[in-house]
T-cell receptor
């Protein structure tokens, strides 16, 4: 079974630009979550998608948006980039069993640097 | 508010030593899940264990063991006879069940270095 794959692995953007990060879920998983991990900190929940709809969101502004596609792959879009958006963005997929109980399978992340 | 605290920012041990990583959590919920994940230098978080709030039985898996004490809101992780491959950042995490989605709250992590 294939794991979670993310692209690109590294990218550099300038303040004010927009970025799209991509994620392919693990085979058999129908739920995708995105996390932001700043340097030296734990991951912070951005949002989760299930059945192509956002069904939960953390404390992130609307300029963070996403999509989930019928094949359960996903995109994270960030508009109007700010310097504080520099972080490792992690995608995690899961097979929905019940809220809170699901084990997340993570990708290796996309490291975004905003200059 | 829910919160996970890992007071140890960095730990260094010599290979074959035992090491315990501390985790203290805060929640008002009576039903919740606790997790430990390992993040090696490659970046992806690797699942180690899940425990629900009603199961306080300690667990052992090879060199790994976990001590869940609800009375002190702690979920500590012990590695016995540490190896260099154990070097990584370890995260303790808490997940609600009252929401319709998986909102996982991670602690700040403990960076473990095992010195040969």
């Amino acid at each position: 079974e294939t794991g979670v794959t993310q692209s690109p692995t590294h990218l550099i953007k300038t303040r004010g630009q927009q970025v799209t990060l991509r994620c392919s879920s693990q085979s058999g998983h129908n739920t995708v979550s995105w996390y932001q991990q700043a340097l030296g900190q734990g991951p912070q929940f951005i949002f989760q998608y299930y059945r192509e709809e956002e069904n939960g969101r953390g404390n992130f502004p609307p300029r963070f948006s996403g999509l989930q596609f019928p094949n359960y792959s996903s995109e994270l879009n960030v508009n109007a980039l700010e310097l504080d958006d520099s972080a490792l963005y992690l995608c995690a997929s899961s097979s929905r069993q019940g809220a809170g109980a699901n084990v997340l399978t993570f990708g290796a992340g996309s490291r975004l640097t905003v200059l | 508010a829910q919160k996970v605290t890992q007071a140890q920012t960095e730990i260094s041990v010599v290979e074959k030593e035992d090491v315990t990583l501390d985790c203290v959590y805060e929640t008002r919920d009576t039903t919740y899940y606790l997790f430990w994940y390992k993040q090696p230098p490659s970046g992806e978080l690797v699942f180690l264990i899940r425990r629900n709030s009603f199961d306080e039985q300690n667990e052992i898996s090879g060199r790994y063991s976990w001590n869940f004490q609800k009375s002190t809101s702690s979920f500590n992780f012990t590695i016995t006879a540490s190896q260099v491959v154990d070097s990584a950042v370890y995260f303790c995490a808490l997940s609600e069940v009252k929401t319709s989605y998986d909102k996982v709250i991670f602690g700040p992590g403990t960076s473990l270095s095992v010195i040969p």
